[in-house]
């Protein structure tokens, strides 16, 4: 299904909506809005996470990004976040960048109007309750943004981010290695990494996928000579 949307003020883009957490536009996205797809400093990675928090997965990334020295941004969905306020302070505390990812994970395309809006800053205002910090960043659910999300974004000071490679680590197929791998040709200066610490939208368990290839994701980076760490690093 062929649809266009609006993407951060610029022409509208053609894109195909899929059920997958992403949208098949990216490529055009990159072309014609590179901050929009996450393209930052080119001596530097962005790692990023979606869909937690979960306390059945989100420590143990905690744990092993801890091991490996390496800082990230979690973009949270406020229903979890409601649930886990303490494991969202617990990110915030180990130094990453808690950011919003909406309320529910729901296509803004196909949201009755209004309800992007008000999820948008509910979930913004929990995540300054529970960390202390403004939220900085919006990433919308498959990576669909709307007109009406991107004033919702705007309207309270944050600034929406995609990616430029991910490691499809959503799926019941998914494994360390097929996460590697995917995200290998992505593994260059300048990229914003996308994978998952929960499986809240995913298939149960993916998420070990993902936990399984990060330290080779991010010893990749560094022996390229790149430094890996949150947004806040990573955008001009």
């Avoid at 990216?26 to 080119?42: C, F, K, M």
């Avoid at 990110?91 to 809006?117: K, Q, T, Y």
């Amino acid at each position: 299904m062929r649809r266009r949307v609006a993407a951060a003020g610029a022409a509208l883009l053609p894109v195909a909506v899929h059920v997958a957490p992403g949208a098949a536009w990216l490529p055009a996205v990159r072309r014609l809005l590179p901050a929009l797809a996450g393209e930052g400093r080119p001596g530097h990675v962005a790692l990023t996470f979606d869909d937690g928090p979960d306390p059945r997965s989100t420590p143990l990334f905690l744990d092993e990004l801890a091991r490996l020295g390496c800082r990230a941004t979690f973009f949270m969905l406020g229903e979890l976040l409601d649930r886990h306020p303490g494991l969202g302070r617990s990110v915030a505390r180990a130094g990453h960048e808690v950011a919003v990812h909406g309320w529910h994970h729901v296509n803004a395309l196909v949201a009755r109007p209004g309800r992007i809006a008000a999820e948008t800053a509910r979930a913004a205002r929990l995540v300054a309750e529970v960390t202390g910090a403004r939220p900085a960043w919006y990433r919308p659910p498959y990576g669909v943004l709307s007109a009406e999300a991107l004033l919702a974004a705007r309207w309270h000071g944050l600034r929406p981010v995609l990616w430029t490679a991910w490691g499809e680590d959503w799926t019941r197929r998914a494994t360390p290695e097929s996460v590697l791998r995917t995200l290998a040709p992505g593994l260059r200066g300048g990229a914003t990494l996308l994978l998952h610490d929960c499986d809240h939208t995913s298939a149960p368990g993916s998420w070990r996928s993902a936990l399984g290839a990060l330290p080779e994701v991010v010893g990749r980076c560094r022996a390229a000579g790149l430094r890996v760490g949150p947004l806040g690093s990573h955008l001009p």
